[in-house]
């Protein structure tokens, strides 16, 4: 598969310095790391957030950065998790006295990487709180996981619970709605074509003509199972049912919906998608309070999508419609 | 190749349903029509801004109707001029009697069927005028086009003009700034992979597993050549080298820049290839007073990516960084 790079081993430093130049009064990277900050980080008296995680996933993670939203974005190699060293630089970057909160996908490596930092820290005196999220309802256990995996879901959580400390959260606080947003939002993906690690070259999994895959993560692990390529209704509704089966959802509760790109997938075909899925929550008797569709969490090049709903209530809400500055998820 | 749809021949009026159910807020669809209008339109006292063209650039065109953008988008089959009927349609749901402004990209369906538009509206009493679009510095006259192509600095165009309506200007003074906007901003685009219009099913030209195309137009139209694919270092000096011929810049001058992606490149290599636009830019001299890196106007899932480069005034500074509320092009 083709690439727009320079060397396959400069993908992520390169992407880096052309995250800065892109947004130079907004993003700094921490010298000699692969952190990308708030330009005005460490911002005093406030929870700094700090997500991360393998790169490829853009805009996440450093899209997310901005007032209201992330503080730090640790920033590891294609599909990889970054090292212990660099999560603790993230976390030492932010750290205002208030304490530092890190959201963590459920990947073994990331779970055992961002802990380990968050020990290192705290042995140094600083004050850290982690929650970890596992939206995807797919599989348990999978190949870089034990239990679920964190997926689109977790740019909800980079919103609440960075709302929360841009509030004024204490870390008691921020930890507390996180883990509510965790409780209450689920994900399933689905894919028709792969993508490619530029190191590597070649895809990283095939698929036939007429085939996609149902379940399937941000890199690539199977998923429930291949099926012969149905409908965008269908489609729709596979996901949906799925989520929803594992929800405990009542007729008038309210909902935010987000149809994510993982790559490749034109919006138009994310639309189609959002239509039928909007449809079926309706007929159900539930409440779209707000629905976001684009790219949110990709997986480089691969053609899918993935259905995220997350059950609102009054304290969640606020929290979403909070203003946030990031790029790649303004909220006015 | 594979698409996420259900009937081909209904992917426009599923993916208006679908964006109108994504932000029932702030959209319209205008009834029995393929226009999506700003959910308060006709704005009171205020110019309307329409622009449209076929559809497969999301988010071109609907993703920019907003406070501060456009009040109207008219939405075309894939890749096809929408017709003089809906594009009368979309002038009429947005005058308030102070005017209608029509954005047009260089297409030969589109500068005749928005100018006939135009022309049976005046008839009806409305006043209305017009810009077309050239900033594509790739050829001159191609498939469906006498003169340069319109390509992503429309985009600029949108946004200039539509600050300008806002901000209480007349149909000249639109119209002007406009123009003034067309005069300054430069394009050009390559591609490594195609796309598929959902109707025909298959990809619309085909590359070799080492070729890229430099110059290729948003409908997969030939460009200058074929070419071994090059480094993202290289193929930014190409499209900035050819795009700074055709500008008359000094130095110290002040630019907007967009990395556009066609559909299906990474973030990741966009901002590789912006490190090296903003890193050429700055050794000439030239100062980069914003940059925009993302997908603003794609070609359905086409891998490539765009180079745009606006020179700017203080008036011009002002307007594009108006405040904007479009859902893809936001500025607070």
């Known amino acids: ?3 727009i790079i320079n060397d396959p081993n400069e993908v992520v430093q390169e992407m880096i310095a052309g995250m800065i130049s892109a947004s130079p009064n907004q993003l700094k990277q921490v ?12 911002v005093e008296n406030k929870v700094g957030i700090v997500s991360g995680g393998g790169s490829g996933h853009e805009p996440a993670h450093a899209g997310y950065i901005g007032k209201g939203m992330l503080d730090a974005a ?3 190699e294609v599909f990889t998790s970054p090292s212990v ?23 073994t490596g990331d779970v055992l990487n961002f802990e380990m930092a968050a020990e290192l820290a705290e042995a140094e005196g600083m004050k850290v709180a982690q929650v970890i999220v596992n939206d995807d309802v797919a599989v348990e256990d999978s190949s870089f996981t034990t239990g679920r995996r964190g997926i689109a879901g977790t740019v909800f959580v980079h919103k609440i619970a960075g709302a929360k400390a841009e509030l004024g959260g204490t870390l008691e606080e921020v930890k507390e ?3 509510k947003t965790v409780a209450n939002v689920r994900s ?41 390529i149905a409908t965008a209704a269908e489609i729709a509704d596979e996901l949906t049912g799925k989520i929803l089966d ?7 509760d309210e909902l935010a919906v987000m149809i994510n790109g993982l ?11 959002n239509e039928k899925v909007q449809k079926t929550l309706k007929e159900k008797g539930f409440h779209v309070y707000r629905t976001f569709v684009g790219e949110y969490m990709t997986a480089l090049e691969m053609g899918g999508c993935s259905v995220t709903l997350l059950k609102l209530d009054k304290e969640l809400k606020e929290l979403l419609d909070h203003a946030s500055d990031a790029p790649n998820f303004f909220v006015r």
Do not use: W
């Open 85 to 107: 060293d660099q999560v603790y630089e993230g976390i030492k970057a932010v750290d205002s006295g208030k304490g530092v909160f890190l959201v963590i996908k459920n990947y």
């Open 1 to 3: 598969m083709k690439k």
């Open 263 to 273: 790559g490749s997938t034109p919006n138009m075909e994310l639309f189609i998608i």
């Open 31 to 42: 010298e000699g790391t692969t952190v990308i900050t708030r330009k005005d980080a460490p």
């Open 74 to 76: 640790v920033l590891g």
């Open 246 to 252: 594992d929800m405990k959802l009542n007729k008038a």
């Open 188 to 228: 399933m993906g689905m894919a028709i074509s792969p993508c490619a690690i530029p190191a590597a070259g070649e895809a990283s999994f095939t698929l036939a003509e007429n085939e996609m895959e149902i379940g399937i993560g941000i890199h690539g692990e199977p998923g429930i199972e291949r099926q012969k």
């Open 177 to 179: 709605i996180a883990e």
